[in-house]
């Protein structure tokens, strides 16, 4: 293609771009495609001549919007929000424009100087202290893997890269019930073990469903009496299945008298702490020695795009960094080489995408979107409790909530999970709304997350009342 050519079809693509968004009302939140439907569309073996650009925009259109799931959509409610407000859209066509790898400052200053200065905008923006300073992950799962290496490495006195794990006695992580599987895959990639992480159950009768304290420090002080080695805490704050959130505060001061190192999972509610009324949810943040926030959930930046903060950067780079002769920049003392600070070496330019969202909107114009889905959450969780067909499962945290489906004349707990699963499959398939299901207390609740950057209150209703319309038919089939 030439330079021609990639100006028209550039300017094409971005025309389908505006348009995909502005009809995305229009479409089915989620594919409705069966398995191999999109493969069996898709050539066997690769062109060995090039074809017209035509041709290959043209099967673009035609194969790939279908199967697509819009997480764009304004009534995408399932998972998380995955956003990817047009400002940061555009970002990404002139980072991919470059294509340069930011692995060290030198192959590319602009890359690493930007990528200081947007994660100092997050600090500054989710209110933490300026002694935290970070770097932008791909994801929350390898912010959070990152941060276990860290913990491990430091309760090993950093033997544990050079001498494997085999020698040492058994590293030990801590977390709640309710952390992100993630942290779990973590445990399996550094050597720790899914059997060395020890789930602490919630406080009785917490409704923020934080992790009990107490039965924290009696599963430290067992595993010191067995010789293990307890090396971190994994907090959450805003956890996925209903929003836990963990006494951040009572973490910090376990984790100081443990002398073990604290990392805080908010990769959904982070993205909330741009709104100082709710900060609440990660009262003692500044106790921790890591945290991270996914600014490509509910903030705007498209995929990929993890905020991970430090407190004290050193532990993280002599953990991660490795300094072979092609990667040594002698003589220049004061620079950041961020390949050091992650697991990856080869890096994007994430950070490009968070300087033009943040301008664009300004933080109020992000706030405002976030202010509107927690208020919109608030106001239908109240419609749900007030309906007598249904019933709310766990109370909003931020823009989360969980309800059910529970007809009057149907009590067998098995039935109304069943019940449950064939009114969410029945909605999914209708196509207005997209909602996903968890456990709580081992029944399945329909889970109701507020995210999208377009969604508006008219959509949030009429995601309610497909929700509404398809269980009465259920009742009356
Ligand atoms: C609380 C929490 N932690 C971690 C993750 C993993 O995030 P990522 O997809 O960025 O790895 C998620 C994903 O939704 C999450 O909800």
Not at 269 to 293: H, Y
Request: proline content about 6%; aromatic content about 8%; charged content about 20%.
């Amino acid at each position: 293609m030439d330079t021609e050519g990639f100006r028209q079809w550039s300017h094409r693509a971005a025309d389908w771009a505006a348009d995909y968004r502005a009809g995305l009302r229009e479409r089915p939140v989620r594919s409705p495609l069966r398995p191999g439907e999109i493969a069996a569309r898709i050539a066997q073996v690769p062109p060995e001549q090039g074809e017209p650009f035509e041709r290959i925009f043209a099967d673009f259109e035609a194969i790939v919007p279908p199967g697509m799931t819009h997480w764009q959509h304004p009534r995408f409610f399932a998972y998380f929000p995955s956003n990817a407000a047009p400002p940061a859209v555009i970002a990404e066509q002139l980072a991919a424009a470059m294509s340069a790898q930011g692995m060290l400052w030198q192959t590319s200053p602009a890359m690493t100087e930007l990528e200081q200065c947007m994660v100092d905008w997050l600090r500054q923006a989710v209110g933490l202290p300026a002694d935290f300073s970070g770097v932008l992950q791909d994801t929350a799962s390898t912010t959070t893997l990152c941060a276990v290496l860290t913990m491990r490495e430091t309760a090993l006195a950093w033997s544990g890269n050079r001498d494997g794990l085999v020698a040492h006695p058994q590293v030990r992580i801590y977390t709640s019930t309710h952390a992100h599987s993630s942290v779990e895959k973590a445990c399996w990639i550094a050597g720790i073990g899914a059997d060395n992480l020890v789930r602490i159950p919630t406080r009785a009768g917490d409704p923020r469903m934080g992790i009990d304290p107490q039965a924290l420090e009696a599963a430290i002080a067992t595993d010191r009496r067995a010789g293990l080695l307890p090396a971190g805490i994994v907090g959450c704050v805003g956890a996925t299945s209903v929003g836990a959130s963990d006494p951040l505060r009572e973490l910090g001061e376990i984790a100081r008298r443990q002398d073990l190192y604290l990392h805080v999972d908010a990769a959904w509610a982070g993205s909330a702490m741009i709104c100082p009324e709710f900060r609440e949810l990660w009262e003692g943040i500044e106790t921790a020695d890591s945290i991270v926030f996914n600014p490509h959930k509910w903030l705007g930046v498209p995929m990929e795009c993890s905020a991970h903060f430090v407190r004290d950067p050193a532990t993280l780079v002599r953990t991660l960094a490795i300094q072979p002769e092609y990667l040594k920049t002698h003589g220049r003392d004061g620079i950041v080489n961020f390949s050091e600070w992650s697991v990856q070496l080869g890096r994007r330019f994430r950070a490009l995408k968070l300087w033009f969202l943040i301008r664009a909107y300004g933080l109020d114009g992000l706030r405002a979107r976030i202010r509107d889905h927690v208020a919109w959450a608030a106001e239908l969780a109240d419609t749900i409790a007030a309906e007598p067909d249904f019933e709310l499962a766990s109370a909003p945290v931020l823009s989360l909530f969980s309800f059910r489906y529970r007809p009057p004349d149907l009590s067998s707990p098995e039935a109304l999970d069943a019940l449950n699963q064939q009114l969410l499959d029945a909605v999914n398939d209708e196509g207005t709304t997209y909602l996903t299901t968890t456990r709580l207390d081992g029944r399945l609740v329909i889970r109701f997350q507020i995210g999208p950057f377009d969604t508006t209150r008219e959509d949030v209703d009429c995601a309610w009342q497909a929700v509404a319309r398809i269980a009465r038919t259920l009742e009356s089939a």
